[in-house]
């Protein structure tokens, strides 16, 4: 046995056995920590972002950037802290998580032997009953205390998918109807109802009522609302007049964008995809000396639209509405025509036509000063520009270079707020009706002031918030007719709104609005009462009633049109509702909300006249939103939603003809979510079914088919590029050519690519 081991020890080469001594002796004189003083430490603190309080059993993850496959985890322990150790130096991503927060991704480079502390802020995922809303109540509120059915986007949701538009985030929404009429234009309505005097629903960005002033239209696409700068979108369903003013009947969308001092950075995406569709966007925001913060953010897109086919009978009927001429020399400058024979007589004629390319840019700024803790004085400004044609309750439009821009200073101390806005519908944009080939505007001007104030009144249990509003609307028409030269009219209200603790999981609201409007020299009042009952802290019960009125004479567009008069009665909607909030076993939320709604004197549009209306009488009807979410597991997300209303179209009465809800009784959408956190990445599918639905919106008439979409995407994040993401959207992917609104062209399959990179 010694001759075989003393065999074994024999080296073949002499160098060999030199090498291994070397070796041998180096390890022996190594001191045993050396090695260990070339690898490093992560430690932290995990918090809660708004209440500062340790976050326990958060989970932690340790990535490195170039080996998806090597990843370390642990959890927070009872102070929230986590540590990892004996770290290799280079490249990792540091990734927290926790149930009911959202998902933070921190990327560090370790060099040899360097600890790292670093302690991580989570903030409230909207998806949880902690999450706060704010345009329920005009004030922040817990989602599950809110007084009225409401639905928070965070940003990840909103740009889970590569889209032409952020609005379309809402989508998948329970209660949200939205039709597509173009590459970037979205009518969109919630619970239905898309009334033509109404801009249904009234859109807010970061406290600014955003529709274009000279058209009364929610135009989304020139909102600052960019997919790189929304914080979160929330979708308040049924009536807020009580806090809104009149005209609001539609609900209330409210766009918050992100706060310089809260996510200062730099960001930019590159997107592309199918009908030669391009979009950039960027976004930079800082701060300097811990009390300016700035933020600066654009976008520029372009891409061809979708095509009306004279072939196509539903297509033929809406151009035939379109002006026709019958020499080339008399079309206006500036319009397109297609050149046709219109009576067979081989002598051409030229009719209006839409314009192929829809292009749209704008630019944005924002300073902000505080001057304390809880008191900050911002300014915002921005212009946009819009090409594409528009639909409205006097027809179809066609925008062109169509000019928009907004001012805002707003001040927030504690419980105080106050601002002053300005929208303006610049002098040379174009906009013209493609049945008359005339301007419709020339320039559109709204102001607008707020005072609000929220305090306690201890004694009686009770917040009170109080507030002003007044704004005035200045318009300019064209030279279309026998029309005034110009038109202004003038809202004034105030609100007051209580609630009061009635027992320790039972508060009642009350609320109501007066609105002096200067078009009927009236004052309109609109209340809400609503009790909330949280018998434990993942469930809430809800009753509410609201009465909201909307005055169809206050519509920009019918009011300088001179070919529309409108009638003098006010539709009043009175809506009762009960609602429920839900969630089981932290993995599954359940959100019901039933409601029963009559409108008196509702308004339609007169048999064969374009831009004339009458009163159709009184509807009833009731409806039921019901929305599931299921986190099967830490990576994957199942939900679905089903709204249904009693009834599309009604009988309207003295012969008047059918009111149409212009909007599908039922729809029903539902999807998964499965993330890959090896690769930092994530896949996910959405169908929609929307049942078929009549329409009678302004001069559009007849009857929109049933439909179902499937959209599929994919993200991930490029390994040896930190910072560097990857998205691909392919939206209606078994490309089911549809029609989602009477007039506006049919629809096929979009892929769209982005590329989104934060330093």
Known sequence: MVARCSNALRFRRPHEGIVILVVVLLLGLTPPGATAQNLGTVTGTVTDADEGTPLIGATVMLRKIDDPSGVRETRTGVIGTYRFTRIR??????????????????????????????????????????????????????????????????????????????VEALRSVVGVDMAQTGVDRRELALRGFNSAFSTAPYVLTDHREAAAPA???????????????????????????????T?????????????????????????????????????????????????????????????????????????????????????????????????????????????DLYRRYNVNGMLKYRFGNDTALSLRGGYASLTSPLQSPIGTLQASNFGYSYGQLRLEAGAFS?????????????????????????????????????????????????GGEADGTFLQPAAVGPGPDEDEFATVGTYLQTTTSLAPSLSLTLAGRADYLSVREEVQVSPRAALVYTPTSQHALRVSYNRTVSVPSASPLLRIVPAAPTPPQATETQTFEAGYKGQFANRLRLNVDGYYETRDHVLVPAVGVPVQYRSAGNIEYWGLDVAAELNATSALTIFGNTSVVSDDSFRGNGGAGAIALNAPALKVKGGVDY?????????????????????????????????????????????????????????????????????APALGRMIIARLTYTL
Do not use: C
């Open 215 to 245: 058209l009364g239209l929610n135009l989304y696409s020139v909102m600052p609302n960019t997919a790189l700068d929304l914080a979160r979108i929330e979708a308040v369903r049924g009536p807020a007049g009580a806090l809104y003013g």
């Open 89 to 166: 130096p280079g490249r990792y991503v540091l990734e927290i998580s926790s149930l009911g927060y959202q998902r933070r991704r921190i990327p560090l480079t370790l060099e040899m032997g360097e600890s790292r502390d670093i302690d991580v802020e989570l903030r409230v995922d909207p998806f949880s009953f902690k999450t706060v809303a704010e345009t329920p109540s005009r004030r922040p509120q817990r989602l599950l205390e809110s007084p009225a059915s409401v639905s928070v986007l965070e940003p990840q949701r909103i740009r889970r998918a590569s889209a032409t538009s952020s």
């Open 675 to 743: 993330r890959l956190p090896r690769f930092d990445a994530s896949i996910g599918a959405t169908a929609h079914y929307v049942d078929d639905f009549p329409v009678r919106f302004g001069p559009y008439t007849g009857t929109v088919d049933a439909y179902t979409l499937l959209d599929v995407r994919a993200r991930a994040t490029v390994p040896t590029v930190p910072g560097l993401s990857v998205n691909v959207t392919a939206k209606n992917v078994l490309g089911n050519n549809h029609r989602e609104f009477v007039g």
């Open 418 to 466: 106050a601002q002053v806005a300005l929208n303006r519908d610049l002098p040379e944009s174009e906009v013209y009706r493609l049945r008359t080939g005339t301007f419709v505007t020339d320039e559109g001007t709204q102001v607008d002031g707020q005072l609000q104030y929220a305090f306690g009144v201890d004694a009686l249990d009770t917040e009170v918030l109080v």
């Open 247 to 355: 005209g609001v009947d539609g609900g209330v969308l409210h766009f918050v964008t992100k706060d310089p001092f809260q996510d200062p950075g730099t960001s930019l995406a590159l997107s592309g995809g199918s009908r030669s569709y391009l979009n950039a966007q960027f976004r930079q925001a800082g701060v300097l000396g811990n009390t300016v913060g700035y933020k600066f953010t654009g976008q520029w897109g372009r891409a061809d639209e979708w095509a009306l086919d004279p072939n196509n009978r539903q297509d033929a009927a809406e151009l035939s509405r379109y002006r026709v001429y019958e020499e080339r020399s008399a079309v206006p400058a500036g319009r397109d025509a297609s050149r046709i024979d219109r009576d067979d007589d081989g002598d051409p004629e030229f009719r209006l036509r839409r314009e």
